[in-house]
T-cell receptor, first 117, second 112 residues
């Protein structure tokens, strides 16, 4: 079974530029999560989708971050414009059973390491 | 609010030593508790979980017991191996508010 795929793996941009990250969850997984992991910290949940609907985006800085999950499969996270403090690893995860909610096992992708100069 | 506090690392042990990584939590309701592990060069993966008080999660020789009275979920292993070297994250899910929180992670180094 293929795991969660993310691209690109690394991205370097200058502040005020835009960037987009892509995630393909495990086939059949209803729930998709985006996390931000700043160096030395644990991951912070930014947004949770169930199928193509948003369950929670309370921690997403909506003035610059946006995310979508078209057709309930792939997802894209965008930052526009980027700030220095956005330098982090962006993790995508998926889980199978929407009825299990956040007690279900999350399967993580390898992450995208973003550096903002 | 909800939060997870882990002991700071790195923790350095010799092979076959006993491991404890402390984790305490603050929660408004009845959370589920998790340990995730990140091996070098790999993504995060679930190690074990417990969904209610007094439950014990176990996997690969690791154990953790959900202690509501002490709000703790300490990770233990009786005899660590070099291959256990990784970063361990304690995490909490709050079903009432649909939130998920990770601790800051504890790096474990096991020497042969």
């Amino acid at each position: 079974e293929a795991g969660v795929a993310q691209s690109p793996r690394y991205k370097i941009i200058e502040k005020r530029q835009s960037v987009a990250f892509w995630c393909n969850p495990i086939s059949g997984h209803a729930t998709l999560y985006w996390y931000q992991q700043i160096l030395g910290q644990g991951p912070k949940l930014l947004i949770q989708f169930q199928n193509n609907g948003v369950v929670d985006d309370s921690q997403l800085p909506k003035d610059r971050f946006s995310a979508e999950r078209l057709k309930g499969v792939d997802s894209t996270l965008k930052i526009q414009p980027a700030k220095l403090e956005d330098s982090a690893v962006y993790l995508c995860a998926s889980s199978l059973d929407p009825l299990a909610g956040l007690t279900d096992t999350q399967y993580f992708g390898p992450g995208t390491r973003l550096t903002v100069l | 609010g909800n939060s997870v506090t882990q002991m700071e690392g790195p923790v350095t042990l010799s092979e076959e030593a006993f491991l404890t990584i402390n984790c305490t939590y603050t929660a408004t309701g009845y959370p589920s508790l998790f340990w995730y592990v990140q091996y070098p060069g790999e993504g995060l993966q679930l190690l074990l979980k417990a969904t209610k008080a007094d439950d014990k999660g176990s996997n690969k020789g690791f154990e953790a017991t959900y202690r509501k009275e002490t709000t703790s979920f300490h990770l233990e292993k009786g005899s660590v191996q070099v291959s256990d070297s990784a970063v361990y994250f304690c995490a909490l899910s709050d079903p009432n508010f649909n939130k998920f929180y990770f601790g800051s992670g504890t790096k474990l180094n096991v020497k042969p």
